[in-house]
């Protein structure tokens, strides 16, 4: 079986804060495959954005091994593309420009990638257009774009798809989806939603809080394109519920001390 591409060894995390030392992470053994598409999910303050800060190589400070392409993560690079929230664009730069950063759309190869990429991420006829003039699922899909430009090793998406509609989101999951199918970029994508979890996902890892730990990583062997309303992906709704159910029943016992 070939190395996997990202390989976190019992990775530790603490912080040291006002109240004392908070074990954000504990333990966390996982080995991503090249082309992998995992999701993470959790109650709130289980560690998942201190994770991918982690594999991101914007904290360095914990103990453990984290290592992509074999080669141990020392600090934030353009192999590790970061998704935020938000999307983060220059408002004074077109849409084009945004994508290309400080990279010079006269540069023929630059140019074709941008190209390829405005078609991959559905903006098409976007190219001039500034971010004030685009939708929040057209600025994030801007983001991906200016993120693919530099062919990451694994793109890093906390929340990304978190301050839309609904609508917008679901949209969204598509896009990525067929982003995913395209480029077979490995993907860690940080959510609240068990429905997107489980469906963009080849795993979905859960966490469990104080200290965060993965509880469970469950495969999602759906076939693509999914349907959330299909029995199958209900079934594995239960599945990833019933791990939730289990953390609370854990958190109740924790807190009354038994
Ligand atoms: N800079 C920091 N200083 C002190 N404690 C921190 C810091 N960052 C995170 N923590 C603590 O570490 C734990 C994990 O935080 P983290 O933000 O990774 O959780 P999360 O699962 O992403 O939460 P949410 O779902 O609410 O975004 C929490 O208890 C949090 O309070």
Redesign the pocket.
């Known amino acids: 079986m070939s190395e996997p591409l990202l390989k976190l060894e019992y990775v530790n995390k603490t912080?040291q804060?006002s109240k004392g030392a908070?074990q954000?992470l504990h333990n966390i053994q996982l080995h991503v495959k090249e082309g992998e598409f995992i999701t993470v999910i959790?109650p709130?303050?289980?560690?998942?954005?201190?994770?991918l800060k982690i594999i991101a190589g914007l904290d360095v400070q914990h103990t453990g091994e984290v290592r992509l392409g074999g080669q141990v993560i020392q600090g934030p690079g353009i192999d590790k593309g970061f998704i935020f929230q938000e999307p983060r664009l220059f408002p004074w730069l077109t849409v084009e420009k945004n994508i290309a950063a400080d990279l010079s759309l006269r540069d023929p190869e630059v140019r074709k990638k941008v190209d390829e990429l405005i078609e991959l991420v559905r903006l098409d006829g976007f190219q001039k257009s500034f971010p004030r003039e685009l939708s929040g699922g057209m600025a994030q899909r801007v983001a991906i774009a200016r993120a693919l430009l530099r062919n990451p090793k694994v793109l890093l998406l906390d929340e990304p798809f978190g301050a839309l509609d609904a609508f917008t989101r679901t949209h969204m999951q598509e896009v990525l989806i067929d982003i995913w199918q395209k480029n077979k970029t490995t993907m860690i994508f940080?959510t609240?939603d068990i429905d997107e979890a489980i469906y963009l996902a080849n795993r979905v890892v859960i966490?469990k809080?104080r200290p965060?730990a993965i509880r469970n990583i469950v495969p999602i062997d759906l076939p693509i394109p999914r349907k959330k309303t299909t029995t199958s992906f209900q079934e594995l709704r239960l599945k990833v519920l019933n791990e939730f159910e289990k953390i609370e029943e854990l958190e109740l016992i924790d807190s009354s001390g038994i």
């Open positions: 912080f804060s908070v954000a959790g709130s303050g289980c560690g998942k954005s201190t994770l940080v609240h966490l809080p965060g």
